[in-house]
């Protein structure tokens, strides 16, 4: 596995997250409508732009955990079992600290 190339892959995502993630906090703080009905999409369209937004800070979390696992030598084996995560795994999923049957919970 390509080292060097699993850290630009996880680098390059974080850096899409982090600006996806002002994004949504520039829209978040833009001034409401003042009108009741344009006032309860925004709040729907709020909470919608809350859910990515957890999402993506949950995602960033876990591209600093494989970026770490990565500086200490343990990138692409089980944080759970200690087998090695298979390739397909790490290129579906380059952050992912589990091996399919741990994710899977056998």
């Known amino acids: 596995m390509d080292m060097k190339l699993q850290e630009k892959i ?8 982090t600006a996806r993630l002002r ?3 520039t829209d978040l703080g833009r001034t409401k ?3 009741d009905d344009d006032r309860a999409i925004e709040n729907e369209n709020d909470e919608v732009l809350e859910g990515l ?3 993506g800070e949950d995602e960033l979390r876990a591209i600093d ?3 770490e696992r990565i500086a200490k030598g ?3 084996t089980c944080a ?3 087998a090695a995560i298979s390739e397909a795994r790490l290129a579906v999923l380059p ?8 994710a899977a919970g056998r």
């Not at 996880?10 to 997250?17: A, K, S, T, V």
């Not at 952050?95 to 741990?102: A, G, N, S, V, Y």
Request: charged share 30%.
């Open 95 to 102: 952050q992912t600290p589990l091996c399919e049957d741990c």
């Open 74 to 76: 343990t990138y692409g």
């Open 23 to 25: 994004k949504i906090d």
């Open 80 to 82: 759970r079992c200690g």
């Open 33 to 35: 409508a003042t009108d």
């Open 10 to 17: 996880l680098r390059d995502r974080w850096h899409e997250l």
């Open 53 to 55: 937004g957890q999402a």
């Open 65 to 67: 955990a494989a970026l």
